[in-house]
């Protein structure tokens, strides 16, 4: 069988946190004739369920131990029975695994967020979670109404539940720059890690150094951007899977274009968390830490970020604490991304 062998960062609180995880976001899927009033909605994909766990059982059985979940996703629980198993099956131990949980905007106010993380933890049938995630910068209830509650008030809330032990690292995602100063600046524990898209396309310079210059580790979510057919869109920019540039620097050094991808947020200091449910990816996509991309290829590859946002969930955009730039669309929040009751596994609360 392949190994893979994922070396890692240290977070400000000691904590070391794989450099390479496994994502575990099935994604939405547009559905059309929802109803009379709606001609489409977004509704979770649940097909590739199966794959997912069957994927996620070869990435530990391989070597990878980052598992990257969230409420939002609904996969909790069968996350939680792919861990069980490879820790009842003498695969690993429960400390050689880093799994992180998000909270979502439900669960804001400072009380809630323990509610949450416990919740998550049932479902995930853990007894901690290694890092937990404010999910995003907003407060919105199921109802849609703004809540407008300060992030600082639920960082408190994620303060009380490592001083409980329920997490052992306390982060956020989806904070940009002023966030993360303000955070930084009116709290007792900092935030260890910010979870952000960061891809080929969006660099994120500034934000990555800030946090970088004040000890806070960046993970990349989406870090194939809109590279992979699945995610590009008709006005989405180079570079693709065979964008010429790529393919050559890949060819020099024996390796594919996502490898190149991933090897580059490496070489920044970056964490990436890719998701695919297709084992041969699950292994390209963590052998990578076996070759050192030169000055001249990070300058070349650096030059694709142009600031295209493959996730701008704009339906939020009127939101206190939007954290990204507005843009003139307008459409409502999917229902399913307000309304848990009755999601994927039916015990969504
Ligand atoms: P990714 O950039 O990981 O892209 C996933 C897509 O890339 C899938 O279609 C997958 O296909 C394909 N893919 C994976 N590896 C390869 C490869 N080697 N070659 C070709 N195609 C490949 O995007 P995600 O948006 O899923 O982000 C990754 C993770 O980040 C999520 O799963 C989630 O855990 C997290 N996330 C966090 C967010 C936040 O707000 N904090 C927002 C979005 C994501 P296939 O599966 O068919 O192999």
Aim: glycine fraction near 6%.
């Amino acid at each position: 069988m392949a190994r893979v062998n994922i070396p890692s960062f240290t977070l400000n609180d000691g904590t070391k946190i794989p450099a390479l995880g496994y994502g575990t976001w099935l994604g939405m899927d547009a559905k059309e004739d929802a109803g009379p009033s709606k001609p489409f909605s977004f509704e979770f994909s649940a097909e590739g369920m199966p794959q997912m766990m069957e994927a996620l059982s070869y990435a530990i059985d391989i070597g990878y131990r980052h598992i990257d979940t969230a409420h939002l996703y609904r996969v909790e629980p069968e996350v939680g029975k792919i861990i069980d198993k490879k820790i009842k099956d003498g695969v690993v131990k429960r400390e050689d695994l880093f799994v992180t949980t998000k909270v979502w905007h439900h669960f804001h106010r400072e009380a809630d967020v323990e509610v949450s993380v416990r919740g998550s933890l049932r479902r995930l049938n853990l007894d901690y979670v290694d890092l937990v995630l404010m999910h995003w910068p907003m407060s919105i209830s199921q109802d849609g109404v703004d809540e407008k509650i300060d992030y600082l008030e639920t960082w408190r809330g994620f303060e009380s539940v490592l001083s409980k032990g329920l997490a052992k690292s306390i982060g956020v995602s989806n904070f940009n720059v002023e966030q993360m100063k303000r955070l930084l600046a009116n709290c007792k524990v900092p935030p260890s890690t910010n979870q952000v898209e960061i891809n080929l396309n969006l660099g994120q310079k500034e934000l990555v150094d800030y946090c970088q210059a004040n000890n806070v580790v960046v993970v990349a979510y989406s870090p194939f951007g809109t590279m992979v057919p699945s995610r590009s869109a008709p006005n989405s920019p180079e570079p693709k899977l065979n964008n010429p540039t790529m393919i050559a620097i890949g060819k020099k050094y024996g390796k594919s274009v996502t490898q190149v991808t991933l090897r580059y947020l490496y070489q920044r200091g970056i964490v990436s968390i890719p998701k695919t449910v297709t084992p041969s990816r699950v292994v390209e996509n963590a052998s990578i830490f076996d070759f050192e991309l030169d000055k001249g290829d990070m300058e070349t590859i650096a030059k694709f970020d142009n600031g295209f946002r493959t996730v701008r969930p704009f339906f939020w955009q009127d939101y206190q604490n939007y954290p990204f730039e507005k843009i003139p669309d307008k459409m409502e929040i999917p229902e399913s991304l307000r309304i848990w009751k009755n999601g994927l596994n039916l015990d969504i609360d």
